[in-house]
């Protein structure tokens, strides 16, 4: 599981607008977290990942991350 320092909203939100700018999914569904502002969900990668570079992940990922900022 990766936990994200937003809010189910926010991180559904985030997730929204870092696919847009980078053309990624980074995941479907997000719970809550147990700390209260927080959430988390399971990273799946599929097929369709085996071609994206570790670069735009962490390019994706760190989008994903300046939205909790």
Do not use: K, M, N
């Not at 559904?12 to 995941?27: C, K, M, N, P, Q």
């Not at 990668?45 to 994206?52: D, I, K, R, S, T």
């Amino acid at each position: 599981h990766v936990f994200l320092p937003l809010s189910p909203d926010a991180a559904l939100a985030a997730r929204d607008r870092v696919a847009e700018e980078t053309g990624l999914w980074l995941f479907e569904r997000v719970r809550p977290a147990a700390v209260p502002g927080h959430s988390r969900f399971e990273l799946y990668v599929g097929e369709a990942a085996l071609g994206v570079s570790d670069d735009e992940i962490a390019v994706a990922f760190h989008a994903l991350l300046d939205q909790a900022v």
